[in-house]
């Protein structure tokens, strides 16, 4: 086969095309505004962040840290790694006999000791533990060294010298200078980073964010399964957890699957309770599993150990009937748990929004707690999940944030949200450039030299007053021209050449039948506003 062509988008990951992008972009559009009415404000977040990030808010044992992180090694300290080989060369010196002076290798130590420090003034997310540790033993070992050596380069106690020496080595051959650095697969942890480290909680009343842009996760590619996707969430943060901000939040969510014509959402709520209760729950859960161990697949024999509650999530037919038998966590709340979702039932109630309750609905992220919440919607198979969320309360605290800190969010699957609005046909009444039949209003054919002058200013004036105008950038034949603006759909052919411009007017066809006039400026605008 001749020339293939080269590179492809990698699996999981794919090109948005306009007229499909213009969907997207009014859809985001769309949330901004409704956000907007109900106080939030846009957050930009980096789309990467240090892996431990995730690792302690989305929770080890979760299907996203264990397996599906994009993660990397920042290779911005190169420095710190060569002036660490280079001390660790310089072990020679030390040999008996050899012919230069042992404080060479003091010198190199010293070199690495200072790259390091200059590291870590930078970046104190960089100072691990060990680091710590390794950098402290070397500082004391050079500084006990150091006067061992004489003022022209010789060792007074070559021995001790030596021994100092080989509990340097030692710590440099261990020095592990790891900095990874994950792709996010989801933003509220950069969300609750930000907050913290932005000291937000100063602000009055609750901190309302939104956020839209690309996640990375390493699932199996399937339809409305990416590896890159795309999230518009919300986040709230404050001191408050009145059940009437969880209503509020999923009452800005339907608002905005209504403003979109996304018909057919069914909204799943649970509670999964908190600290006081859950724990009871799950090792109620444990206990159950237990006894029929054998009859599970392996995933759920797994997650006996590491996380019982994610077997509710198990889509499995033949555990199906052992889950139906199990205990509800809705029967084993706390009080505090229970009185909070009777109180986020009857907000929902007041705002009449309809919803489901599913007690199975655990969310396979590790930070949440009670309000648990799931949207599907129709035109999506088995990937009908878009949207999930649910309250965070104690992962401020969990981040190093104070602890009185409450917060609950969501994240819509805008490749979700999309393919069921156009699977329903909504792709173009959704608004929006989408909207209009593809072509530009004007296609502006000239013809000669002096019409091109003509015809750049014209395609300004038009264009500042709003319309789409398509300029060839080089001179056609009649014919070619026109037919160009057919193939484009363009709505009208405007020509200028030598005629026209004579007689200081425009010829106009409408494209659709053909019908043509001549017209000055300002009726040409009159025209095409009509
Ligand atoms: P999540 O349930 O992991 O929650 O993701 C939210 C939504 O993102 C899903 O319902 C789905 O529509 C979409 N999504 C997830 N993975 C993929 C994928 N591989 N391909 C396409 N779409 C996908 C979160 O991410 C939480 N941070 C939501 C949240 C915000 N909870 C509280 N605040």
């Given at each position: 086969?001749?020339?293939?062509?080269?590179?492809?988008?990698?699996?999981?990951?794919?090109?948005?095309?306009?007229?499909?992008?213009?969907?997207?972009?009014?859809?985001?559009?769309?949330?901004?505004?409704?956000?907007?009415?109900?106080?939030?404000?846009?957050?930009?977040?980096?789309?990467?962040?240090?892996?431990?990030?995730?690792?302690?808010?989305?929770?080890?044992?979760?299907?996203?840290?264990?397996?599906?992180?994009?993660?990397?090694?920042?290779?911005?300290?190169?420095?710190?790694?060569?002036?660490?080989?280079?001390?660790?060369?310089?072990?020679?010196?030390?040999?008996?006999?050899?012919?230069?002076?042992?404080?060479?290798?003091?010198?190199?130590?010293?070199?690495?000791?200072?790259?390091?420090?200059?590291?870590?003034?930078?970046?104190?997310?960089?100072?691990?533990?060990?680091?710590?540790?390794?950098?402290?033993?070397?500082?004391?070992?050079?500084?006990?060294?150091?006067?061992?050596?004489?003022?022209?380069?010789?060792?007074?106690?070559?021995?001790?010298?030596?021994?100092?020496?080989?509990?340097?080595?030692?710590?440099?051959?261990?020095?592990?200078?790891?900095?990874?650095?994950?792709?996010?697969?989801?933003?509220?942890?950069?969300?609750?980073?930000?907050?913290?480290?932005?000291?937000?909680?100063?602000?009055?009343?609750?901190?309302?964010?939104?956020?839209?842009?690309?996640?990375?996760?390493?699932?199996?590619?399937?339809?409305?399964?990416?590896?890159?996707?795309?999230?518009?969430?919300?986040?709230?943060?404050?001191?408050?957890?009145?059940?009437?901000?969880?209503?509020?939040?999923?009452?800005?969510?339907?608002?905005?699957?209504?403003?979109?014509?996304?018909?057919?959402?069914?909204?799943?709520?649970?509670s999964i309770g908190d600290k006081n209760c859950r724990p009871a729950y799950v090792?109620?859960?444990?206990?159950?599993?237990?006894?029929?161990?054998?009859?599970?697949?392996?995933?759920?024999?797994?997650?006996?150990?590491?996380?019982?509650?994610?077997?509710?999530?198990?889509?499995?037919?033949?555990?199906?009937?052992?889950?139906?038998?199990?205990?509800?966590i809705?029967?084993n709340l706390c009080d505090d748990c229970r009185?909070?979702?009777?109180?986020?039932?009857?907000?929902?109630?007041?705002?009449?929004?309809?919803?489901?309750?599913?007690?199975?609905?655990?969310?396979?992220?590790?930070?949440?707690m009670?309000?648990?919440?799931?949207?599907?919607?129709?035109?999506?198979?088995?990937?009908?999940?878009?949207?999930?969320?649910?309250?965070?309360?104690?992962?401020?605290?969990?981040?190093?944030?104070?602890?009185?800190?409450?917060?609950?969010?969501?994240?819509?699957?805008?490749?979700?949200?999309?393919?069921?609005?156009?699977?329903?046909?909504?792709?173009?009444?959704?608004?929006?450039?989408?909207?209009?039949?593809?072509?530009?209003?004007?296609?502006?054919?000239?013809?000669?030299?002096?019409?091109?002058?003509?015809?750049?200013?014209?395609?300004?004036?038009?264009?500042?007053?709003?319309?789409?105008?398509?300029?060839?950038?080089?001179?056609?034949?009649?014919?070619?021209?026109?037919?160009?603006?057919?193939?484009?759909?363009?709505?009208?052919?405007?020509?200028?050449?030598?005629?026209?411009?004579?007689?200081?007017?425009?010829?106009?066809?409408?494209?659709?039948?053909?019908?043509?006039?001549?017209?000055?400026?300002?009726?040409?605008?009159?025209?095409?506003?009509?």
């Amino acid at each position: 086969m001749a020339d293939k062509a080269k590179f492809q988008a990698i699996k999981g990951v794919r090109d948005i095309l306009p007229p499909e992008s213009a969907l997207w972009n009014s859809g985001e559009q769309t949330a901004r505004e409704v956000f907007g009415t109900f106080g939030f404000a846009e957050i930009r977040l980096p789309i990467f962040e240090q892996t431990e990030l995730f690792a302690r808010s989305v929770g080890l044992d979760t299907d996203i840290v264990s397996k599906e992180m994009y993660t990397f090694e920042d290779h911005g300290h190169r420095d710190i790694e060569f002036a660490r080989k280079f001390a660790l060369n310089t072990e020679r010196y030390l040999k008996p006999g050899y012919p230069f002076g042992m404080e060479r290798f003091l010198q190199a130590v010293d070199a690495f000791v200072d790259a390091v420090e200059g590291a870590f003034s930078g970046d104190k997310s960089l100072e691990s533990r060990a680091n710590k540790e390794a950098l402290l033993e070397i500082k004391q070992a050079t500084s006990q060294m150091w006067p061992l050596v004489t003022p022209d380069g010789a060792v007074t106690n070559e021995d001790a010298f030596r021994s100092f020496a080989i509990r340097i080595v030692f710590r440099l051959q261990s020095f592990h200078f790891e900095n990874l650095l994950t792709l996010r697969p989801e933003a509220t942890a950069s969300v609750v980073r930000a907050y913290i480290e932005h000291g937000m909680q100063v602000q009055p009343g609750n901190v309302k964010l939104y956020y839209m842009g690309p996640m990375f996760r390493r699932e199996r590619p399937q339809k409305g399964r990416y590896r890159q996707f795309y999230q518009i969430g919300a986040e709230v943060l404050g001191t408050s957890d009145a059940p009437g901000i969880d209503a509020e939040v999923i009452e800005m969510l339907m608002t905005l699957f209504e403003r979109l014509k996304l018909k057919g959402t069914i909204l799943n709520i649970n509670s999964i309770g908190d600290k006081n209760c859950r724990p009871a729950y799950v090792e109620k859960l444990r206990a159950e599993f237990e006894k029929v161990r054998e009859q599970l697949g392996a995933d759920s024999q797994r997650r006996i150990e590491t996380n019982p509650l994610r077997v509710l999530d198990s889509k499995l037919e033949h555990e199906q009937a052992i889950i139906e038998k199990l205990p509800r966590i809705g029967e084993n709340l706390c009080d505090d748990c229970r009185a909070h979702y009777a109180e986020v039932k009857r907000q929902l109630d007041l705002r009449g929004i309809r919803y489901q309750e599913n007690w199975r609905l655990v969310r396979g992220l590790d930070y949440y707690m009670r309000t648990t919440f799931e949207i599907t919607a129709p035109g999506l198979g088995s990937q009908n999940a878009v949207c999930g969320g649910g309250r965070y309360d104690g992962l401020v605290e969990l981040l190093g944030g104070p602890a009185a800190t409450k917060g609950i969010g969501f994240a819509i699957g805008t490749d979700r949200l999309i393919l069921s609005l156009q699977e329903a046909g909504e792709g173009a009444a959704a608004g929006g450039p989408a909207g209009k039949a593809g072509g530009p209003d004007v296609y502006l054919a000239w013809f000669g030299a002096a019409a091109q002058t003509a015809a750049i200013g014209l395609a300004k004036r038009l264009r500042d007053a709003g319309f789409v105008v398509e300029l060839p950038a080089v001179e056609m034949k009649f014919g070619k021209s026109l037919g160009l603006a057919d193939r484009l759909r363009a709505r009208h052919a405007v020509i200028v050449g030598d005629d026209e411009l004579a007689a200081g007017i425009v010829t106009v066809k409408r494209l659709s039948d053909g019908a043509q006039q001549k017209l000055a400026e300002p009726g040409l605008m009159l025209y095409l506003r009509a």
